[in-house]
């Protein structure tokens, strides 16, 4: 059983297009995260979510938006897409409220290619 | 913030060797300290993991150890097999709960 998985492991679109990257664990987590890495392998954090609300948001351009419907899923929509959005995208999700703390699980990634 | 420094940022040992990975924090509030371990194509696998209450921890072939005085923790892998191949990053837990990753090294073990 997939423990974080994300949708869609691919993700090629054109500069100025809106997409989303969907997420959901099976873990029974309460804290979910977006992070980003980019082409040197530099993974940086971008949100956290914990019980649907948002405690951690880092310096990203609002054209981002992630949404929590639940405790399970944690989407990311991206507006107007730039080329220098492309990257791999993951998600993760820890136990407890300050997750920072605990043990973050990952999902396989969103490699997003925008052209 | 928390600022995570890694060195090298690539290693290649010889199989059976071992490997010793290092890292250093700036913030002296931190107290997690996980390592991750990333294979082509996957997401980063939470390998070991320390906090500042202890000094050393071992899990099989792998250990981390933690010198909070020196602001430093690395990660020794004995017996390197060709599996164990991967990008492996450090992290840590500043007083603002959010992980900080290093740049990453990239381990190369040779049969």
């Known amino acids: 059983d997939t423990a974080v998985s994300q949708t869609p492991k691919y993700l090629v679109t054109q500069m100025g297009n809106d997409k989303s990257i969907k997420c959901e664990q099976n873990l029974g987590h309460d804290t979910m995260y977006w992070y980003k890495q980019d082409s040197k392998k530099f993974l940086k954090i971008m949100f956290s979510?914990?019980?649907?609300?948002?405690?951690i948001n880092e310096t990203v351009p609002n054209r981002f938006s992630p949404k929590s419907p639940d405790k399970a899923h944690l989407n990311l929509h991206i507006n107007s897409l730039e080329l220098g959005d492309s990257a791999v995208y993951f998600c993760?999700?820890?136990?407890?409220?300050?997750?920072?703390?605990?043990?973050?699980?990952f999902g396989p990634g969103t490699r997003l290619t925008v052209t | 913030g928390e600022n995570v420094e890694q060195h090298p940022s690539t290693l290649s040992v010889q199989e059976g060797d071992s490997a010793v990975i290092k890292c250093t924090y700036s913030d002296s509030a931190s107290n997690y300290f996980p390592w991750y371990k990333q294979e082509l194509g996957k997401g980063p696998q939470l390998i070991i993991d320390?906090?500042?209450?202890?000094g050393e921890k071992k899990d099989q072939r792998i250990a981390v150890t933690l010198n909070k005085t020196a602001k430093h923790f690395s990660l020794h892998i004995t017996e390197t097999q060709p599996e164990d191949s991967a990008v492996y990053f450090c992290?840590?837990?500043?007083?603002?709960?959010?992980?900080?990753f290093g740049k990453g090294i990239t381990l190369s073990v040779r049969p």
């Open positions: 992290a840590s837990t500043g007083a603002n709960s959010k992980l900080t």
């Open positions: 979510y914990n019980n649907k609300e948002l405690i």
């Open positions: 993760a999700s820890s136990l407890g409220r300050w997750g920072g703390s605990g043990k973050q699980y």
């Open positions: 320390i906090r500042s209450n202890v």
